[in-house]
Each structure stands twice: as structure tokens, then as C-alpha cells.
């Protein structure tokens, strides 16, 4: 039986309003004979080796469930139910768990539902698919040769794997807003100044290897030699590909330890962006600016944006990069209430706020096995996740 082991890369790009956005997903293991794919796929992937690409485009509704008007419902506010409490904002997205009673569904059904608006005691709810009424491109790329035997999972589901959890909650409604921006919105828990929080230098991995790896293989798109690039909230590594020489790196953070310590900086700041958002650099200075795992300690992201604008040549890109972990005491309370796909689409409204930036795009990266030696392996199959928005100077 014929199996790919460590494997293949199944990847989506599809188009929302004002932003183009890819998703991809690795598969270590799977069983081409027995995987739930399209059987033009499973055809045309048959005698492919590593390296080898293919693409397929799919119209509205063939990859995903098709939109269907009766998935827009009404149901009674109190059927929303919940073991803790949450707040209820048009245009996010909950589980539909929350709601089993009202579809006489799965207590454990993850699937997420668009809440669409509040209404007294009535909620309006969108079921579809959020990629249903676009089309998509599928990209298929071969990592590993064909091989026998294996232990890949029969039945597979993996278009299910690839866009059925989170694919599609980046992007808006074509009808609503999301109610990203509330009152609370950037509140935190440690409300102490940050200066004092980030006075011990934390000289820790926020990601595992492969996770930075990827993160590197990301920022390696972007950095051309002899740029002058802005580290944003920089710590003691800078996440930036070795073999792309000479740069000029400048470091923006907060701990002056963990920045001399960084080998990739050729100067730094300290500088607190909470408590001001001006940028101490001439407009026009960097031709690139990066912002890594950092951007949900941000309180006033809309005006760091517009400086981070300034501070960019024309043209010049700002890609913000994250996943799944970060300090509690100072994330951000939005943060926290989000889907991670959604965080996405907050970083996009930073970018829209900010009126400054165009060509806006997002990625995602998940799926790859976690690294064997890492110290989270016995508890955690997969490698840290890579969310990434960007968007480009306007001149």
C-alpha cells in the first residue's frame, strides 16, 4: 500500500475583499490509496516524487460545502450556552458546541458558526462554510517519495484536516464587520508598567525548532541583501535567515540584555510601545520591518502601525508573524477570545486602521510533527503553528 511518509503539503489560496490569503497543511502520513481526497487529485498525485507540484482550481462551493441560505438561522440567545462566560460580538466566530441544543447537535462539534448579529434575546447564526462562496486554489506538493506499508490513518479526511479548522475566519463577512475593537478589547491582567515586567531578561524559546524554522523560511521571502530592517519588539533572536548577507538589523524592544545578546543586531532601542507609539526613526528608514511572536502585547497597534508606515520606505514590507503561546500577564484580552485563524484577521484590522498598507495577505502553516528532542514532544504531537499578515508601505 503505497504511503507518503513525511509526506505532503496540502495548501489553499483563495481571495477575500482586500487581502489574498494562504493556508497550508502537512501531512507526515497518509495513505494515497485510502485518504479522503478529490479522485482527480488522488489521480494526478499517483507516481509524483519530491518536489513535484500540481494545482486545481475549484469554483465556489466543491472543495467545501456548498452555501446554502437555510444555514442562516435564528435562534434563542439562551441556547448559546457555555461552561464560562462569553461575550457575543457580530462577526467572530464560536463553536457550534455552544449552540448544540439549538441544532440538536454534538456537545464535542468544534465547527465554527458566524455570529452575524445580537437582537434582544434572538441571535442570527451563519453555518456555511466561511470559504463556501469562494473559489479556491489547492495546491498539492510532494515532500517525501512514495513508500509501502506505514501506519497512515485509513479514511483520512484531508480537505477536512486542511480547511474545516480555520481557513476562511481571517477574512469578513461580505455583509458585516467583525466586532474585533470593544472596550475592553486591550485590556490585560498585569496592568503593572512593562518596563518592570521585562526587566529580567527571558532568554527562552517561544517556538520549537522546527516552528523557527519555518518562521525563518517566511522572513527569507522578504529580506534581500543589503536592506535595513526593523526588528519590532525584538528579544534576544531575531528569527531571520543566517545566509541572507550583509543586512543591517535594528533592534526595538525591551530589555537591553536580551538585545545585546542578539547576533543578528547590528543596533537597538529600548523603547516601550505602549507607552508611546512614536517610533524614535527618521521617516523612510527601513526597507523592511518584521514583528515576530510579539504583537498581542500591543495596546495601541493602530498607531504603532501607522509609525512603523512612517519609518518604511515606500513599497517596503511589514510582516507580522505569531502562533499559539505567549505571556498571559500582558496578551491583550481580544486576544485571547479569538480563534487562532481570527487573530489573523485582527492583525488585517490593524493593517486597515492603520490606512497605510496595501497588497495585505495572511498565511498559515500547521500540521508539521513536532521535533522529537523538544520538550514538549510527549505532550504535544504537533509543531508550533505559523500565522503571518502582511502588507506594504503606501508611497
Known sequence: MPVYEVGLELGIEWESADASHKDRYVFSEFDIEHADIPASLREDLTGLGPGDTLSQTYPPGELVAPYDTSNIRQIQKADFRTRFSVALHPGRFYPRKFIATALQGSQNDNR???????????????????????????????LAPLQSGGNAPAQQDMIAALCDSGPGLQANSPEITTEFITDSAFRRSDTQDDAEFYQQPRLVAHLDETALDQFKDLYTRFVKPGMKVLDLMSSWK??????????????????????????????????????????????????LAICTVSVEYLINPFNVFQQVAR???????FVVSFSERWFPPKVVQVWTELHPFERMGLVLEYFRQAKAFSRLATESLRGLPRPPNDKYAQAMSYSDPLYAVWGYAKP
Open 311 to 317: 519609518a518604511l520606505k515606500p513599497g517596503a514590507a
Open 238 to 287: 531575531s528569527h531571520l535567515p543566517e545566509d541572507v548577507a550583509p543586512l543591517h538589523v535594528t533592534g526595538l524592544g525591551m530589555n537591553v540584555e536580551e538585545m545585546r545578546g542578539n547576533t543578528q543586531l547590528n543596533d537597538y532601542v529600548v523603547f516601550d510601545l505602549n507607552q508611546s507609539a512614536e517610533l524614535p526613526f527618521a521617516p523612510q528608514q527601513f526597507d
Open 112 to 142: 465554527p458558526f458566524r455570529l452575524l448579529s445580537v437582537d434582544g434575546d434572538m441571535l442570527q447564526i451563519d453555518l456555511n462554510h466561511p470559504l463556501s462562496l469562494r473559489p479556491i486554489d489547492l495546491t498539492a506538493t510532494v
